[in-house]
């Protein structure tokens, strides 16, 4: 059995020392055809590897893709390559920041024999592919152009880290002439008014669905390239192979970047083929500080959040640091898309459970300031116990908390509480589900008991007698709740439990 690459980003590390590679490279092929391009996607999803693949591509160094789809597909020769990791510069102020890209660039005329002529950052660059170029043209590869501005995002740096790499990138525009190919990888999706407001060359394949899957796995390369993990878990958990890939497939696939396809996150797959059990993991790697103070500063709320649509434009119209709550969730992975209308652009929603239960504690524990481990424990403990009373007892506490002026006197903002703290829990929750005689409100199931809700400003015989009259798709006994919410006490009222 292949190992498992968790956390490495370097090709011919993987290539030659036999760990798992999911074939991407119809994807570089396809890319080599063109020459300037730039893409986002979330932490951890490739953007390193990608850039990496790119460059011993590039280097010609032919024996490293035997058996991969583009090795008799390429012209095999060697370029200069300038590689640039922006995660990698000491960003503390200004002058530092010039200091280590400084640093990245005289390296690479030292690899390459060149004397550098100048001490002037932008002229370094521009010196350096000019130089290159005497006989090959020149391959720019930079990897996480936005990290110097993602990381001062809460300080008020982000302006001045902006305003330096604006100045740098332009570089790659005014050097046309002596590149072969570029391509900037990010986070945040680039805007019209910021960093490459003249770098106008670029084309943004971000939402390209053409280059949807080249990050990310698809079901497909699930379940090629990780059989043996697959067979593996399966003899270790007892789960049978349907339903191993079905949970698999609830808590980590889910995430798309064009609205139609699909793909896993990679990080949370390797950790849970060499873990073999369910967890946050791509959550756990490292959620931003500044996601955490973001989301209290902006009282972030689920459906403030979640349902919505976006155009395209919206993408490209903030800088990520004036970003709506939709927008800056959006590009750094918490929320991604789930469809495409003509006409309405992209509905955003949580990717998957992983991300859906992680966000929902974020959000309960940043803006209404609860414990949610022990409210996780004190949930569970009484579905264990089929006690619906303990249940209602846990949520009623958490609106107990809320502060008033974040009260909404709309149904569906208290749905959208309830939603969230059950999320919290890792409980497989749905909202909004359609059936052929209309929606309920929220479907709770846990283990082998299902629970349909239906929450009102009115008795909660009301809600019972509405779930009766939809719930003809259920061949099982499930029990309906209804709840009654009074929203000048500002809390839960009134529940009346039925199996039906």
């Not at 798709?473 to 039906?500: C, F």
Request: net charge neutral; glycine share 4%.
């Amino acid at each position: 059995m292949k190992k498992l690459p968790i956390g490495i980003q370097d090709f011919k590390d993987i290539i030659e020392n036999n760990y798992v590679y999911v074939d991407k490279t119809k994807y570089i092929k396809r890319l080599s055809e063109g020459k300037y391009y730039f893409i986002s996607r979330p932490r951890r999803f490739g953007k390193s590897l990608t850039i990496s693949t790119l460059y011993y591509l590039f280097k010609g160094e032919k024996e490293l893709f035997k058996d991969l789809y583009i090795y008799d597909k390429w012209e095999w020769k060697e370029y200069p390559v300038i590689k640039l990791s922006m995660s990698q510069l000491d960003i503390t102020d200004e002058e530092t920041m010039r200091e280590t890209l400084n640093h990245q660039l005289i390296n690479i005329y030292k690899e390459y024999g060149i004397k550098p002529e100048s001490k002037n950052t932008k002229m370094l660059f521009s010196d350096l592919i000019q130089k290159l170029s005497k006989k090959e043209k020149t391959v720019v590869l930079i990897d996480e152009y936005d990290r110097p501005i993602l990381n001062h995002i809460t300080d008020g740096k982000a302006e001045t880290m902006r305003n330096i790499l604006r100045e740098f990138y332009v570089v790659i525009k005014d050097a046309d002439p002596y590149l072969r190919f570029a391509i900037i990888t990010g986070i945040t999706k680039l805007t019209k008014t910021g960093i490459f407001s003249s770098l106008n060359n670029l084309r943004d394949i971000t939402t390209n669905t053409e280059y949807s899957e080249m990050m990310g796995i698809t079901q497909e390369e699930l379940e090629n390239n990780f059989e043996e993990n697959i067979k593996d878990t399966e003899k270790e958990t007892g789960e049978k192979r349907e339903e191993l890939l079905e949970k698999i497939k609830d808590h980590y696939d889910g995430f798309s970047f064009d609205g139609r396809k699909y793909v896993y996150n990679p990080y949370s797959i390797l950790n849970y083929f060499q873990d073999k059990e369910f967890r946050n993991y791509w959550i756990e790697s490292g959620t931003p500080k500044y996601l955490t103070e973001y989301i209290k500063s902006h009282n972030v709320e689920p459906e403030t959040i979640r349902g919505k649509y976006i155009t395209e434009t919206n993408l490209t119209t903030y800088e990520i640091e004036d970003a709506p709550p939709v927008i800056y969730l959006l590009q750094s992975g918490y929320l991604t898309f789930k469809g495409k209308h003509d006409y309405l652009g992209y509905l955003v929603d949580y990717p998957n459970l992983e991300v859906k239960e992680s966000m929902s504690e974020l959000i309960l524990s940043g803006t209404y300031k609860t414990e949610t481990n022990e409210l996780r424990t004190n949930i569970i403990i009484a579905l264990e116990k089929k006690d619906i009373k303990k249940v209602i007892e846990e949520i009623q506490g958490i609106f107990s908390k809320i502060p008033y002026n974040l009260f909404q006197e709309k149904e569906s903002w208290y749905h959208s509480i309830i939603l969230t703290i059950l999320w919290s829990c890792g409980l497989k929750v749905n909202g909004e589900v359609i059936g052929n005689l209309g929606k309920s409100d929220i479907e709770l199931q846990y283990r082998k008991d299902i629970y349909i809700i239906e929450i009102k400003k009115a008795s909660p015989d009301k809600s019972i007698k509405q779930i009766k009259e939809r719930i003809c798709r259920y061949k099982k006994p499930v029990t309906a709740i209804g709840i009654e919410i009074d929203t000048e006490k500002r809390n839960i009222t009134n529940y009346k439990t039925e199996i039906i």
